[in-house]
């Protein structure tokens, strides 16, 4: 597993409603720039358009493209479950982000992705019941967040024995077009696509990354 799934899977018994809710409001309340005036070493937030940079990435249940996307999986209680305290569970979250530009007029910001948390509405929702109807689609997400054991014949049966109930898929992406927030630590970096007019001259634009402290959240628009 790489080093960005296992912190992913690290923090995914935190993405439960009230995480999710305390990530939008840090990105209300964030320190406001535009694109073109974010300073160097600022940590804010910038809002523009989404504009792809190089390939965009598939969604992992819905195959759009897009340049990030969050999945979350939970487990809801089988209707012949009658333990007491039965209840929906936060079980997985699977993130991918990619490379692309964040344009705010005749700005733009670099946004490396692949260290983020997606908070955009989910767009697309997927159910199997009792883990029976499990698609390739899902089963490839249960292998990715390391839910369900690859190396082993017997994986997704011992997954879906360990976890019986209803698979709830719940996908959001961040498409080209799109207008989101981002939040994070930004780099003033030379521009190689403006040429300078003297050499004293010299074209700036915001790159934003995250870290595995600090992953940069992206989100809709507060």
């Not at 804010?44 to 940079?53: E, L, Q, Y």
């Not at 530009?101 to 929702?125: C, F, N, P, Q, W």
């Not at 879906?160 to 109930?165: Q, Y």
Request: net charge neutral.
């Amino acid at each position: 597993m790489a080093f960005y799934d296992q912190f992913f899977v690290a923090i995914r018994t935190l993405f439960d409603r009230s995480f999710e809710d305390l990530l939008r409001q840090r990105l209300t309340d964030a320190t406001s720039f535009t694109i073109a005036e974010a300073p160097d070493l600022a940590f804010g937030r910038v809002i523009g358009i989404v504009r792809a940079r190089g390939e965009t990435i598939e969604a992992p249940l819905s195959a759009r493209p897009c340049v990030a996307f969050r999945v979350i999986i939970d487990v809801a209680p089988g209707w012949l479950d009658t333990s007491p305290g039965r209840r929906t569970r936060r079980i997985g979250l699977y993130n991918r982000g990619s490379e692309f530009e964040l344009v705010d007029g005749e700005h733009y910001a670099v946004v490396d992705s692949r260290v983020a948390i997606v908070i955009t509405d989910s767009t697309h929702k997927e159910i199997s019941q009792s883990g029976r109807t499990v698609t390739p689609r899902q089963q490839t997400i249960l292998y990715e967040t390391g839910l369900a054991h690859t190396r082993r014949p017997d994986g997704l049966t011992d997954f879906v024995s360990r976890n019986p109930g209803e698979l709830r898929f719940s996908e959001s992406i961040v498409a080209v077009g799109d207008t989101i927030a981002v939040l994070g630590g930004a780099i003033r970096e030379s521009d190689p696509t403006l040429a300078p007019s003297s050499y004293r001259e010299l074209f700036t634009r915001p790159r934003f990354a995250g870290t595995p402290k600090v992953p940069l959240v992206i989100g809709a628009p507060p």
